[in-house]
């Protein structure tokens, strides 16, 4: 299974980015998806979850209300929807990927990982 990032890029305090995630290979093994980010200096952070079949998702705190993931099972695709952007919400952006149908807000419940995308929101 490999996992295709895009969608990041360079954006002002309180502005808008939709990430995508991609799934391709082998995806009868990819059941919920992920994101999580990095900042620089930091360790890599829950951002959100969502089931396979879409109807459970999950956020970090600091994005509830502001990020929204949704997902396309006949792309194979899940996107996260950013919006209000803040500065502390630059980082890159990697998607994962389960085997199971529900995973939570921990790195060992996903099995696959893409390789990031930067997000950069400037004041």
């Known amino acids: 299974v490999q996992l295709q990032a895009s969608g990041g890029g360079l954006v002002q305090v309180g502005g808008s980015l939709r990430l995508s995630c991609v799934a391709s290979g082998r995806t009868d093994r990819v059941y919920a998806m992920a994101w999580f980010r990095q900042a620089p200096g930091q360790e890599r952070e829950f951002v959100s979850t969502?089931?396979?079949?879409?109807?459970?998702?999950d956020y970090g705190d600091s994005m509830k209300g502001r990020f929204i993931i949704s997902r396309d099972k006949s792309k194979n695709t899940a996107y996260l929807q950013m919006t209000s952007l803040k500065p502390e919400d630059t980082a890159v952006y990697y998607c994962?990927?389960?085997?199971?149908?529900?995973?939570?807000?921990?790195?060992?419940?996903?099995?696959?990982w893409g390789q990031g995308t930067q997000v950069t929101v400037s004041s």
């Open positions: 969502i089931s396979w079949s879409g109807d459970g998702t």
């Open positions: 994962a990927a389960s085997r199971g149908v529900l995973a939570g807000k921990r790195e060992f419940e996903y099995d696959y």
